[in-house]
């Protein structure tokens, strides 16, 4: 049976806002370094944010990156003010242009981000329920296996440090696959094959009612 809800999800995905268009494309710059002095920041900066989460309360870290903010954003107002003082000059406020900046959030972004919440949620929703009711056995048992190594992760990481783990492989895995594409193109070629043989091979030994893939 085709599922109904493919239109509804192919509209809602063609009407992505522009924001949410250039917020993902600016992470996709993020993590590929195509500008890598920010790309170097975001790194830096998200890494140190989740150190400290690890070895400090969250109430912690805010204040202390609120307060290192206000410390250079005070001192750089002080500094300009005395410039402009000796300079006997008359630039105004040295952020103006951030002040005057419009960072509102418009009513329509704001739609169109609850209407993506709610499309990965429907996703999320009818995936989990197709392999917890085991519509399709093997991809019940990727999930099974993956459950299962994810036990093991657990009881050595924490949250907070797989993140750190995430945040690291995130950014350090663009950086090695260009210098690596062809060994690593190679590599996942053969593996994917050998992965679908072994699954090929494992569909063909069940039996013929379990290898209906789905439910009539």
Request: with cysteine.
């Amino acid at each position: 049976m085709a599922d109904s809800s493919l239109p509804v999800e192919s509209s809602l995905l063609n009407n992505s806002s522009s924001f949410l268009r250039k917020v993902s494309l600016k992470a996709v710059q993020l993590i590929n370094w195509r500008e890598p002095k920010q790309s170097a920041a975001a790194f830096g900066l998200s890494l140190t944010v989740l150190i400290s989460v690890a070895s400090l309360s969250v109430i912690s870290v805010v204040s202390y990156l609120l307060l290192a903010c206000l410390c250079i954003t005070i001192t750089f107002r002080i500094y300009k003010s005395v410039i402009q003082a000796i300079q006997k000059s008359d630039e105004g406020h040295p952020f103006r242009s951030l002040l005057e900046k419009d960072i509102s959030i418009s009513p329509e972004a704001v739609r169109e981000l609850g209407d993506q919440c709610l499309l990965h949620l429907n996703r999320f929703t009818t995936r989990t329920r197709r392999l917890l009711l085991v519509e399709d056995l093997v991809d019940s048992l990727k999930l099974a296996a993956v459950m299962w190594v994810m036990t093991y992760v657990g009881a050595m990481f924490n949250g907070v440090t797989i993140i750190i783990l995430a945040d690291v492989f995130v950014f350090i895995t663009p950086l090695i696959y260009q210098k690596k594409k062809t060994q690593i193109d190679q590599l996942m070629a053969s593996s994917r094959s050998r992965l679908e043989e072994i699954l090929q091979k494992l569909q063909d030994r069940l039996p013929g009612a379990v290898k209906r893939t789905k439910v009539e």
